[in-house]
């Protein structure tokens, strides 16, 4: 079986999209979800996102905020543990 025709198939597309949340709150936090915590890799989605169609100023928008909250987590957790350890 030719499992080429089926990666670039339009119909593969459609079946995805068919899937995927249809409110852009859903998909906000889906995108957010994956740039704060990793799973599903933010790369896929973003890989998704454009193949999908997903609107570019939403994908931003959440993949930011999403990120921003990730690494202000990891900056200031150590300090945070630090703080709790010596009170």
């Known amino acids: ?15 995805i999209r068919e899937r995927l949340p249809h409110g852009r709150w859903a998909q906000g936090l889906l995108i957010g979800g994956s ?4 799973m599903p890799p933010f790369y896929g989605v973003a890989l998704a996102c454009g193949v999908l169609r997903i ?3 939403l994908f ?27 009170t």
Do not use: K
């Open 60 to 86: 931003f928008g959440a993949g930011l905020v999403g990120r921003y909250l990730r690494f202000l987590l990891c900056t200031l957790a150590p300090a945070t543990v630090r703080y709790l350890v010596h």
């Open 35 to 38: 740039a704060f915590l990793g």
């Open 1 to 15: 079986r030719d499992w080429s025709s089926d990666v670039c198939s339009s119909d593969l597309v459609e079946r």
């Open 55 to 57: 609107n570019p100023v």
